[in-house]
């Protein structure tokens, strides 16, 4: 039996907002919870995709290995999130591994049941190209991130994305280590270093795992700086 609040956190997933109650209920009935420690493996590159998961607590990362032995950083989510909707649909292998970044708790739906689901219900196939679209409009967004932004800028839009405050100083709390926060944004450990001192012109503090913002606006202002005009400032 999944636990309410378990319940409302799904249901603000892209895959289970927009649907009718009835159908969530379907989904929901057969869905179990799990819970990983710190560095636990969700499942690896090449095993059969059976599960659509959402995240309920904490972090989890999605990564390939090259072939040099290098991690490359797919991606990173939190609380309300759903990944791997349409490996699932079409029963495939996973392409990528996932791992619990922090102590997390995720929401695991059978993919027979989805199947299944999507034959009767139209509206479920809207929320899985919904989903979808929604990741690949994330990965775009990263691609052009690396190919736009200076690593300050990148760093800099992370934070204000972390962020709670409209306008003013606030405090962000950084939700993992550095090493995986420099594979997120596609930089090396000791470029992500030269980012955070950079940032310093523009009010930001780090320290542990708390950056402190003295001015969220300028922070945004930087990250969306012309690429033209902010080269000359290129790590």
């Known amino acids: 039996m999944v636990q309410s609040q378990d319940r409302r956190i799904a249901e603000e997933s892209i895959l289970m907002r927009n649907l009718p ?12 919870t799990l819970e990983y420690g710190r560095g636990e493996t969700v499942f690896l590159q090449g095993e059969r995709a059976e599960v659509i998961h959402i995240v309920l607590d904490g972090w989890v990362k999605l990564y390939r290995i090259a072939p040099n032995g290098n991690e490359a950083v ?20 996973y392409p990528v591994s996932a791992e619990a970044v922090t102590e997390c708790k995720l929401m695991l739906i059978p993919a027979r049941m989805l199947v299944a689901l999507m034959r009767k219900e139209p509206e479920l196939c809207i929320a899985v190209l919904g989903s ?26 992370f934070l ?4 709670t405050c409209d306008s003013g100083s606030c405090i962000v709390t950084l939700p993992y280590d550095k090493v995986l926060i420099a594979g997120r944004l596609g930089m090396k450990p000791e470029s ?15 320290a542990r795992n ?12 930087y990250a969306n700086i012309d690429p033209a005009t902010a080269w000359n400032k290129a790590l």
Do not use: C, P, Y
């Open 160 to 163: 204000a994305e972390l962020s």
């Open 210 to 221: 708390h950056a402190s913002i003295s001015d969220i606006d300028a922070l945004r202002d």
């Open 74 to 93: 797919v991606n990173v989510f939190t609380r309300s999130a759903s990944f791997g909707e349409a490996v699932a649909f079409k029963h495939e292998d």
């Open 132 to 157: 979808t679209f929604q990741h690949l409009h994330e990965m775009v967004s990263q691609l052009e991130q690396i190919k736009a932004q200076t690593g300050a800028q990148r760093v800099a839009d």
């Open 21 to 32: 109650e009835d159908v969530r209920a379907a989904l929901l009935k057969e869905a179990v």
């Open 192 to 206: 992500l270093s030269r980012a955070f001192s950079r940032l310093r012109e523009v009010g930001v503090k780090v």
